[in-house]
C-alpha cells in the first residue's frame, strides 16, 4: 500500500485482468468523478480531522491517530452510517469548516465532528462539537482539561457524545462497545496511536518507526495482544516489500513478526489482525505452496468483517493465487467479492481503488478511477505508476511520462529500485530502446553485483530485459530473486516461455510454479 511503486501494477496486470469492474460507488462503468447523490442517511456522520493547536509539531500524531480511533469506535455501532477516514482526509489540516453545508453535501453526511487538541506541559485540552452538516447548528461539543495521559477517556466520551447525539440513547451492547478499553496502561496506548499514525503511512521508515512505537507499547503492557499482532504485521509489511539494507536480514524479520504474532494470539485467539498478520507472514514461511495463509485470513474476515485490511490482503492473496490457477475465472471472482467488502467498509479506500483501476479494460475509466485515488492519496507512488500506463493506453505519451518521473521523485531511497525498474518498463513500451536500456544498466549497476535481488525490483528488472531481447541477462536476474507464488505471479509471461527442455530453466520454473498452477 501504503506507498508502493509496482507491486499492484504488476500483480493486477498478470493475474487479474478479467475480472468484472465497479466504480468507487458501486455502479457499473464508465465511472464519474462525481455523481448526483440523494440527501444523506439521517445517521451519517463524519468526524473531520481535529487540529493540533500544541506548540510542539510532533502531537501532530495525537490529533490524527485520536480521529481515526474515534472513526473506528464510531463505525463499529450499526446504527451509525460512518465516512472512512479516506473521505475526510482532503479536509485534514482545515482550521474549521468554512461551509459546513457544502462539506456534509460533498461527503453524503448529515452530521460533521470537528475538534482541536492542545498538549501543555503534562495537561491535554481536547475540544469536540458535533453540528448538524446543513445548518451549523451544535448538537453536542465539549471540552476536556486533563492529565495527558488519560487518551482513551477522552476519546471514549467523544465517540458517547457523538453516538448519542446522532443515535439517541445507547444500547448496552453500543455502551460497552465504545467503553471497551484495549489497554489499561495509558502510555502504552500513546504508544500505539502513535504507531497506528505511522503504519498507515506505508513507507519505510514510518514502518519502521511503528514497530519502535508498537514494541514500546508492549513492553508497557506485555499483555496488549493488538501491539503484538501489529508488530506482525508491520514484519511483514517490511518483508513484502523488501525494505531494508539487509540488517536486519529478511529471515530475522520474518522469525521476529512470527514470534509477535504467536504472542498475540496466545494472548487472545479471537484477534482480526493477528490472523491477518499471520496469514501474511505464512506467505513467506511458505514461499511456494502458502501452506495456511489463505485459511489465516479468511478466519480473520470471519472474526471482523469490518476489518478493510484483512478485506484486501485476502483480495490480494486470491489475486495472486488466480495466476495459473484451473479455476482462475472463479478465484479471481472471489478476490473480487474481497475488494467490494473492503471498500464497503472503507469506502475510497486508495489501495483498493488501484487495484479496481487496474481491473478496469478500457483506459478512460481506469483513469477516472485512478485521478479518483490520487485525490485521495497524492503522494502515493503506485497511484502515478497506474496512471502512466492508462496515458500510454490512451496514447498520451508525454503525459505518462511525466506521471512515471513523478512517480520516481516521490518514491523513497528504499522504493526507488522498483520506480526505476518500472521506468525501464515504460521505455520500451513507448519504444524508447535506447533510453530502457540505459536505465537498464543503471539499475544494474545501483542493485547488488552478487546474492539475492528484491523481489519486485528483481521482477521489474528481469521483465525489462526479457522485453529488450535479453533472455540470458533476464533469467539471470530470475535466478537471484525469492523463489515461490509471488514470483511465480509477477514473472508469469516470463516464466512460461522458458525452455523446459533446459535442466536449468525447468528447475527456474518448477521451483517458481506453485501446487495449484496448471
Known amino acids: 500500500m501504503r506507498r508502493a511503486a509496482l507491486a499492484l501494477a504488476l500483480l493486477a496486470a498478470v493475474a487479474m485482468d478479467r475480472l468484472a469492474a465497479q466504480c468507487p460507488d458501486g455502479s457499473a462503468p464508465p465511472c464519474r468523478v462525481a455523481r448526483p447523490s440523494a440527501a444523506p442517511a439521517a445517521n451519517s456522520v463524519a468526524v473531520l480531522y481535529f487540529e493540533n493547536r500544541s506548540r510542539d509539531s510532533a502531537d501532530a500524531y495525537l490529533a490524527e491517530g485520536l480521529t481515526e480511533a474515534i472513526i473506528t469506535q464510531l463505525g463499529d455501532l450499526p446504527r451509525l452510517t460512518v465516512k472512512s477516514r479516506f473521505l475526510v482526509r482532503r479536509y485534514r489540516g482545515m482550521a474549521a469548516p468554512a461551509d459546513p453545508a457544502a462539506i456534509g453535501r460533498a461527503l453524503g453526511a448529515t452530521y460533521l465532528v470537528t475538534g482541536s487538541v492542545q498538549r501543555a506541559g503534562d495537561r491535554l485540552r481536547v475540544t469536540a462539537e458535533l453540528a448538524r452538516a446543513s445548518s451549523g447548528d451544535r448538537v453536542w461539543g465539549q471540552q476536556y482539561d486533563r492529565g495527558d495521559g488519560d487518551v482513551f477517556a477522552i476519546q471514549e466520551d467523544i465517540a458517547r457524545g457523538v453516538a448519542t447525539g446522532v443515535a439517541g440513547r445507547l444500547l448496552p451492547a453500543e455502551a460497552a462497545a465504545l467503553a471497551a478499553r484495549p489497554t489499561s496502561n495509558n502510555e502504552a496506548y500513546d504508544r500505539m496511536l502513535r504507531g497506528d499514525v505511522l503504519l498507515a503511512r506505508r513507507d519505510p521508515a514510518s514502518v519502521r518507526g511503528a514497530i519502535v512505537e508498537y514494541v514500546a507499547a508492549a513492553r508497557l503492557d506485555p499483555s496488549l495482544a ?64 502458502w501452506d495456511g495463509a489463505e485459511e489465516a485470513m479468511r478466519r480473520a474476515v470471519a472474526l471482523n468483517p469490518r476489518n478493510a485490511e484483512a478485506w484486501q490482503q485476502l483480495g490480494d492473496l486470491l489475486g495472486i493465487k488466480s495466476a495459473g490457477h484451473p479455476a482462475a475465472d472463479s478465484v479471481q471472482r472471489e478476490a473480487m467479492n474481497a475488494y467490494q467488502r473492503a471498500l464497503e467498509v472503507e469506502p475510497s479506500r486508495p489501495t483498493t481503488l488501484k487495484v479496481l483501476a487496474n481491473i478496469q479494460q478500457r483506459p478512460r475509466e481506469r483513469l477516472v478511477l485512478l485521478d479518483s485515488a490520487l485525490g485521495i492519496s497524492p503522494a502515493d507512488p503506485s497511484i502515478l505508476v497506474f496512471r502512466a500506463q492508462a496515458l500510454l493506453a490512451l496514447g498520451d505519451t508525454a503525459g505518462a511520462r511525466s506521471s512515471a518521473d513523478e512517480s520516481l521523485r516521490l518514491s523513497s531511497n528504499e522504493a526507488r529500485p522498483v520506480g526505476e525498474a518500472f521506468r525501464a518498463m515504460l521505455a520500451v513500451a513507448l519504444g524508447d530502446t535506447a533510453d530502457a536500456r540505459g536505465r537498464v544498466a543503471a539499475l544494474l549497476r545501483q542493485l547488488p553485483q552478487a546474492g539475492p535481488l528484491e523481489m519486485w525490483a528483481g521482477s521489474g528488472l528481469a521483465t525489462a530485459l526479457w522485453q529488450l531481447g535479453d533472455r540470458e541477462g533476464a533469467r539471470a536476474v530470475l535466478e537471484r530473486i525469492p523463489r515461490g507464488a509471488m514470483t511465480w505471479a509477477l514473472n508469469l509471461a516470463t516464466l512460461q516461455q522458458l525452455d523446459l527442455s533446459d535442466p536449468a530453466q525447468r528447475r527456474l520454473y518448477e521451483e517458481n510454479r506453485p501446487p495449484w498452477a496448471q
Open 226 to 289: 493488538s501491539a503484538w499482532a501489529r508488530i506482525g504485521l508491520a514484519d511483514a509489511i517490511r518483508f513484502y516489500w523488501g525494505w531494508g539494507d539487509g540488517t536486519p536480514p529478511p529471515d530475522s524479520i520474518l522469525a521476529n513478526g512470527w514470534a509477535a504474532v504467536d504472542r498475540a494470539l496466545a494472548l487472545d485467539s479471537s484477534s482480526s489482525d493477528a490472523w491477518m498478520a499471520r496469514g501474511y507472514l505464512l506467505m513467506y514461511r511458505h514461499p511456494r505452496t
